[in-house]
């Protein structure tokens, strides 16, 4: 598949000053917020994995330790 009917399927405008967000809707502007509450979600599910990783590894080694 060539980059060009990639971007036709995808609906990809390559042009950075066309491929832009129109904010003159309420129904643009809601779909750019959800956007943003989705990667913020992300970004705190990230760090909670994390720290849930971290308290795992030394609770593991706590157990080893102690036998």
């Known amino acids: ?3 060009r ?7 990809i405008i390559p042009d950075p000053e066309k491929n ?3 904010i003159n809707t309420r129904k643009n502007m809601n779909e ?3 956007i943003m509450r989705i990667f ?3 970004e705190e599910q990230h ?6 990783s971290i308290k ?3 609770t593991f080694r706590l157990v080893l330790s102690n036998n």
Do not use: P, S, T
């Open 1 to 3: 598949m060539q980059e």
């Open 47 to 52: 760090n909670k994995h994390l720290m849930l």
């Open 56 to 58: 795992n590894v030394a």
């Open 32 to 34: 750019i917020q959800r």
């Open 40 to 42: 913020k979600i992300n």
């Open 20 to 22: 832009v967000y129109d």
């Open 5 to 11: 009917e990639l971007h036709a399927m995808l609906g």
